[in-house]
Structure formats: structure tokens, C-alpha cells
């Protein structure tokens, strides 16, 4: 369901918005407005502005045009949300939900899947994966990520002797499978 954010300060208006768009299938949040214009409200995250007064089929006709835009726009830095029954993985906001319980990542552990998801196909070679920065022994690096990949699956896989995301290619790497 595409979510949309309603952000208005006149309450009957924004109930009919509300209204109107959960009629169409559209999850709805509502806020108060705080942003006046487009500059602001971009600034503040918005894909789009419309300004007051406007027709109820030429916002319908913008949300349309917003959401093909979204899903035929290709994603430059990989991907940005994954979603399972089991896990959710938001790399924007870098949260993690394992069977709708929070999961706390290191940073290394955000960096590695990272690395992981800007090169999903071929497996990543065990040296060249190995998170840099903080901690990682010169040397070591194949040990070090070793022990990160089995951190990250017990944080993240239901069975980790049978991991359905985090996957060793032997010979090869590692993969990530969405």
C-alpha cells in the first residue's frame, strides 16, 4: 500500500483528504502544516507541493504521477527498503525489524550490508568486503569479516544454519538475497 503524508492545518480539510485518499487504497498520516512553500516543503522531505485552492482530481493526478515516478525510477544506491514477513531492512534510516522487534546494528554491520547491497551479483570476495574503519585488524580481514557475517546473521536470520538473506558462496563471497 503506497503511503502518503497529508500535511494541512485546517482539520476539516484534512479529513476530507483523509477520507478521499483511503477511499482510493492510499495509506494515509496526517500532520500539521508547517512548511508554506514548495522550497520548504522539499526541503523537509516532500516529493511534492500543491498550493491552495486546488481540484481534488489534480492532487489524484500528482500522487498518480508521484508513484509511477517512484516505482520505474531506478534506485542508484541499491536498495533502500526490504521487506519480508520476518525482516525489514530501511538502509535510508538505517533501521532493522526481525519479526516486528527492533534489531540494533553496529555501524560496521550497516557498512557491510552495504557493501553487500551495491554489488548483490556476482558474491562479493571475502577480502574485498571486509568493512574498512574502525577495528579491522590489517591482517585479519577475512577472520574479521567472518565474524561481522556471523554477528549480522544471528541478529538477522531466523535459522542461521540455513540463512535465507545473508548467503556464503563457497569459494566466492558472500551475497545478500532480498
Keep these: 500500500m503506497t503511503r502518503v503524508m497529508v500535511v494541512e492545518d ?11 485518499m483511503q477511499a482510493r487504497h492510499y495509506g494515509v498520516d496526517a500532520a500539521p502544516r508547517r512548511n508554506h512553500d514548495p522550497a520548504t516543503g522539499g526541503g523537509a522531505g516532500a516529493d511534492d507541493y500543491i498550493a491552495e ?27 533502500t527498503l526490504v521487506g519480508t514477513e520476518d525482516l525489514i531492512l530501511d538502509m535510508v534510516v538505517k533501521k532493522a525489524t526481525r519479526q516486528g522487534h527492533d534489531v540494533r546494528l553496529t555501524p560496521t554491520e550497516w557498512h557491510l550490508l552495504e557493501i553487500l547491497d551495491h554489488q548483490p551479483r556476482p558474491p562479493r570476495r571475502a577480502e ?12 585479519n580481514n577475512t577472520n574479521y569479516l567472518r565474524v561481522c557475517m556471523a554477528q549480522l546473521r544471528r541478529k538477522l536470520e531466523k535459522d542461521i544454519s540455513h540463512p535465507r538473506y545473508l548467503i556464503t558462496e563457497p569459494g566466492m563471497g558472500y551475497r545478500f538475497e532480498a
Design 10 to 20: 485546517d482539520p476539516q480539510l484534512v479529513r476530507a483528504l483523509v477520507i478521499n
Design 53 to 79: 485552492p486546488f481540484g481534488m482530481d489534480e492532487l489524484l493526478a500528482r500522487l498518480r504521477a508521484a508513484v509511477r515516478r517512484m516505482e520505474s525510477a531506478p534506485i542508484a544506491s541499491g536498495m
Design 128 to 139: 574485498g568486503a571486509a568493512p574498512g574503519g574502525v577495528g579491522v585488524p590489517q591482517g
